[in-house]
């Protein structure tokens, strides 16, 4: 089955030119520069300190004083389950289906959907969607909004299989949060609310699913307040100082084409 993602409808376009293409991250690397096998690229046949240790005993050969930190180190920590953690995997597509995004089976195949609020979405979701070998393509709406849709693909049929109860969307028993989850999510269908709030907006028509994504959000660290369709939702509105820090530091730093202040 292709999956080059055009000619999915009539209306399907190249993207929206309002904001640039994000690049992809880089990958097979840490955030601190070095490779997971524990040599640095900067500096071949090196290993990070303790990786070469000898059972009973440090490494004789590494010097008692630490090394200085390096200049690109400075401000980055890896969290754990957040977004720098793990790499791509569709797996992580389940952060859409845990907002407005959707999920359709046919035959041995899915494909999933989302409608969005802003062109800048669209950049950050094609891009994402391609680092885990699916082409997309997105159509305007009526309402000013745009859908980005993957094509039908056998790669989508195990997060389709878990999440569909029926024709309807439930997150399945062990369903859990991580920071590429959160990401995708908070891309999709996050939104600042000042002066100190962000909302991660869910589908209107899941309201059996939202009880599930909230004890989610509670697992996360990031335990929120659902607000209804006439309190500004369906969403989870994140607050507090603290929480607000764990998703920044859960989601990673902004996409390029993200708009300033539309990220925490």
């Known amino acids: 089955?292709?999956?080059?993602?055009?000619?999915?409808?009539?209306?399907?376009?190249?993207?929206?030119?309002?904001?640039?293409?994000?690049?992809?991250?880089?990958?097979?690397?840490?955030?601190?520069?070095?490779?997971?096998?524990?040599?640095?690229p900067a500096r071949p046949g090196s290993r990070r300190p303790g990786s070469g240790r000898r059972r009973g005993g440090p490494d004789r050969?590494?010097?008692?004083?630490?090394?200085?930190?390096?200049?690109?180190?400075?401000?980055?920590?890896?969290?754990?389950?957040?977004?720098?953690?793990a790499e791509p995997a569709v797996a992580d597509l389940a952060g859409l289906l845990a907002g407005?995004?959707?999920?359709?089976r046919m035959g041995g195949t899915a494909r999933l959907a989302v409608r969005v609020d802003a062109a800048w979405r669209v950049h950050v979701l094609v891009?994402?969607?391609?680092?885990?070998?699916?082409?997309?393509?997105w159509?305007?709406?009526?309402?000013?909004?745009?859908?980005?849709?993957?094509?039908?693909?056998?790669?989508?049929?195990?997060l389709a299989v878990a999440?569909?109860?029926?024709?309807?969307?439930?997150?399945?028993?062990?369903?859990?949060?991580?920071?590429?989850?959160?990401?995708?999510?908070?891309?999709?269908?996050?939104?600042?609310e000042p002066p100190g709030g962000f909302l991660l907006r869910l589908g209107a028509?899941?309201?059996?699913?939202?009880?599930a994504i909230g004890a989610a959000l509670t697992a996360a660290g990031l335990a929120g307040t659902l607000l209804g369709p006439d309190e500004g939702g369906p969403a989870y509105r994140i607050t507090g100082r603290r929480r607000l820090a764990r998703l920044a530091e859960l989601v990673g730093a902004p996409p390029p084409a993200t708009p300033p202040n539309a990220w925490p």
């Open 163 to 192: 999440w569909l109860d029926g024709p309807a969307k439930r997150p399945p028993a062990a369903f859990h949060l991580t920071g590429r989850r959160l990401r995708l999510w908070l891309a999709a269908a996050g939104t600042p």
């Open 100 to 104: 407005p995004g959707e999920v359709v």
């Open 61 to 85: 050969s590494e010097s008692s004083v630490p090394a200085p930190p390096r200049a690109d180190d400075a401000g980055r920590q890896l969290v754990f389950f957040g977004a720098d953690a």
């Open 139 to 158: 159509e305007p709406t009526e309402d000013q909004r745009h859908t980005v849709r993957t094509s039908y693909t056998r790669l989508l049929k195990p």
């Open 1 to 40: 089955m292709s999956l080059n993602g055009l000619g999915d409808t009539p209306a399907a376009q190249s993207l929206p030119a309002l904001f640039p293409v994000p690049e992809p991250d880089p990958s097979g690397t840490d955030p601190s520069g070095t490779d997971p096998s524990g040599t640095d």
């Open 127 to 137: 891009a994402e969607l391609a680092l885990r070998g699916l082409a997309a393509s």
């Open 205 to 211: 028509g899941d309201q059996r699913s939202w009880d």
